[in-house]
């Protein structure tokens, strides 16, 4: 219902923004030519449409819209697929599904071995004479066998009537199949049997990529209990083995040939017994193989085919719903069960990613017993404790207090500022941001501020000075090429996996890429402006101040950007790693379980984070470069 709804407000917001969009464009400004900066501000119209269309595809592939619009479609497609799955096994014995009777291939493969096999005898130097007369001998005679199950005038008349038997029940199930009143109620017991199961069975997606196999509808379970005929028809069947007393005579004597050949033979003779195995599994293949004469089987295809266009007939809607809503895959069955088949097995549902993101936020659920973001209640104390450094305390004036001769302790002032400084004092407490996302968040963010707080000082330094730039550069393009993951271990090893490890990577990724966005920065400065800035008398304070910093600015937070985006990749890579917190470390623990929606879901939240740090710097950069691009 809620998917429905969603699905028809996008479809309305991209409509109303393209028509937004044109009328927009007729009001444009005559001197907004091509190339003009001015042309590509604004447009959140066209976002709604980029946004609206992305929602639109992932709601289609992932057939959350089949299941919002046609809620009971997967469960009628799987008792459709039973009914495939049955009838394919039958339909390869025609030319059908393949383009020649089964009994056709297996008897043109079967002579090509046959033949295959007495030329290698022949042609073998370690054979001796009598043992390859011999060996062709029995190919022949396994050859000869080939006919006696071709025959017509040798089929049994047991089997032309279990055949006869077998194509009147398909033939009976294509007009009882075709009835409304197809399958009839066995009895009242059954059927409210039927209805106490159906009611524990999970909908479509409460199991993940399963689909309730029960089924639901009055179409399918039409379709299921045809599948349960279909099976037992096709079992019997191939139970069914076309040996009449001829064939059986022949293989009689073939197997008593091989079997006092095998008891002559010693351990010496590997390559004798090799051949004589083979043999005998060329006659054990056509043996158990479903061999009939040509025409044996035209009435029971003739049953199968009609059966197969009255299946089609009544999917009605389905066939249309199938095509459409469930695009490049569909529901297949395997015996009793059935699950997606294509996009649905690796793109989940919104709906039930949602579903289950919301659970995962939820600190009585979580992942891992840790929910993706929630809040805790923490004391000012804890928080004080931890920004402030003991030493502090160390470095007041005094000593610390000495317990008196009653047993008590009198505080002064240096133990008060020790109380303070190690959070040992009480306070109010305030909701702290907690869980998987917020561990993330915070990692990526630590390592980007110091990596800006102290590259882009050094990057200006090396950009304005000859011996800074000599000085580090070597320094920093040593250890800069080097991808991070390549430093992760080593860094994992000497920090921990815990937080000061993580932070520590990150800020090496973007230390180097801060430096050489200020040093091209700096190095790119207008030399006639900073002429300007001395002609006027200002200072190497001012002009760094008001001339070379605003001028590297572009640079700076364009590296910025740059540096975001390598501090998540690197950032997910270490908690791959080592962690036991962050979404690196969910969508690492999903991916051994094959959690799809979970690691759908740490994409999808890594992208937000990411694209939250960087509509922020844009915004930064609108309001701190406002010339930027203006000449």
Known sequence: MITGIITFLIIFAVIGSILYGQRLAKTEKSDAVFGNPERAKGGVHWVIVGTSFLLLSWLYYSWDIAKAFYPKSANELCQVAKVNESLLS???????????????????????????????????????????????????????????????????????????????????????????????????????????????????????????????????????????????????????????????????????????????????????????????????????????????????????????????????????????????????????????DGPGRWLPKPSDTFRIFGDLLKPSVGFKMIPMIWYEMMGVNRIVGFILPDWIADVMPGKYPVHSEDGTVKPNFKSKVLDVVTGEFKAFKIPVPTGHIWDSFLRVFLGLTLGIILGVPLGLFMGLNRFAKGFFDPLVELYRPVPPLAWAPLVITVFGIDNLGKVFLLFMVSFSIMIISARAGASGTQLSKIHAAHSLGASRWQILREVIFPNSLPEILTGVRVAVGMCWGTLVAAEFLAGTSGIGFVENVARKYMQYEVIWITIFVMGMLGLLFDVTIRKIIDKTIPWRGKG
């Open 90 to 340: 039958l339909k390869y014995l025609f030319p059908i599904e393949e383009r020649h009777h089964k009994s056709t291939a297996l008897i043109k493969r079967e002579n090509i071995n046959i033949q295959k096999k007495i030329t290698l005898i022949q042609n073998s130097p370690d054979l001796k004479d009598k043992d390859k007369e011999l060996f062709v001998k029995l190919l022949n005679k396994t050859q000869r066998t080939i006919p006696l199950l071709t025959d017509e005038k040798l089929l049994e008349d047991d089997t032309k009537n279990k055949i006869a038997d077998l194509t009147n029940r398909i033939t009976w199930l294509t007009e009882d199949f075709q009835k409304v009143s197809y399958p009839p109620i066995k009895s009242i017991e059954e059927e409210n049997k039927r209805i106490e199961e159906l009611k524990k069975q999970l909908g479509w997606g409460a199991t993940g990529m399963e689909v309730p196999p029960l089924p639901e509808s009055k179409r399918g379970l039409k379709f299921h209990a045809a599948a349960q005929e279909l099976n037992e028809v096709s079992d019997e069947f191939f139970s069914m083995r076309n040996h009449n007393p001829e064939y059986l005579k022949l293989l009689k004597e073939i197997r008593d040939e091989i079997k006092e050949y095998k008891d002559g033979l010693d351990d010496s003779q590997e390559l004798e017994m090799t051949y004589i195995k083979e043999i005998k599994k060329l006659g054990q293949r056509i043996e158990y193989e479903s061999v009939f004469p040509p025409n044996a089987l035209d009435e029971m295809e003739k049953s199968i085919r009609e059966f197969d266009v009255a299946q089609k007939n009544e999917q009605g809607n389905l066939i249309y719903i199938d095509a459409l809503l469930f695009p490049a895959g569909t529901i297949v069955a395997s015996g009793p069960t059935c699950a997606e």
